[in-house]
């Protein structure tokens, strides 16, 4: 990866402890998801730090040991009633609030891609406007949960709209790191996820903010509980 300031460096190590204080004040203090976090975190800062996740001709991809296990424990959590529970116990009004890691993870992408680290399309000069969700976030929060001007539907299209966005930068990130499955960015591909600290975006921030939206659709969505999202 092209040399990349130490500043840069320091600031997505501080959104990514952000992101953990916010999904801590969320009301998210189970044991056994700090004991897998204090094991996780480290232990792909050091395999991305050895350079792992550099090889990319390997099937299946490497990568995929960056990926795969938070979108099966996600999975793991939406499928069993313990974990339903737990997102359930999640406070709705934190979890838009979350949402602001958002524009510090986009600045850093910024950043980054001055560096010739990451693709154009992947800041929002490109074809990521994930920004926008950070930016409207504390609206949201203000107009849902202490003015209560923004009702159940409001808040269901913006947590569908930061789904879709969220999707899409998945897809442009994964579609630009080298490796089989490239298909764009050739001339300047994603690196910089492959590498620490920034492995802990698609390691850490990106399933947390995932999570954010499914718990807060979930507690919408259900009718007993549809009051609970705006009360707060």
Do not use: C
């Amino acid at each position: 990866m092209p040399p990349v300031p130490f500043a840069l460096d320091l600031a997505f190590v501080l959104t990514t402890a952000l992101t953990l204080g916010l999904l801590l004040w969320a009301g998210a203090r189970s044991r056994l998801l700090l004991l897998i976090l204090l094991l996780w975190l480290p232990g792909q800062a050091l395999l991305a730090g050895r350079g792992f996740y550099t090889v990319t001709n390997t099937l299946p991809p490497r990568f995929a040991l960056v990926v795969g296990p938070p979108l099966l424990l996600l999975a793991g959590v939406l499928a069993t009633a313990r974990g339903r529970r737990f997102l359930d116990a999640l406070r709705p009004d934190r979890l838009t609030l979350l949402h602001v890691v958002r524009v510090p993870v986009e600045l850093v992408l910024f950043g980054l891609y001055h560096y010739q680290a990451v693709p154009r399309l992947m800041t929002f000069e490109g074809r990521n406007w994930d920004i926008l969700v950070g930016l409207t976030a504390p609206l949201v929060y203000y107009a849902a949960y202490r003015r209560r001007a923004l009702g159940r539907a409001g808040l269901l299209f913006w947590h569908a709209a930061g789904l879709v966005l969220l999707g899409n930068i998945v897809r442009l990130g994964l579609l630009s790191a080298p490796g089989p499955f490239q298909q764009f960015a050739f001339e300047q591909p994603n690196v910089a996820l492959a590498r620490f600290p920034y492995v802990w975006l698609p390691a850490f921030v990106v399933p947390v903010v995932l999570l954010a939206h499914l718990a807060a659709l979930r507690q919408l969505l259900k009718p007993a509980g549809a009051g609970n999202v705006v009360q707060r």
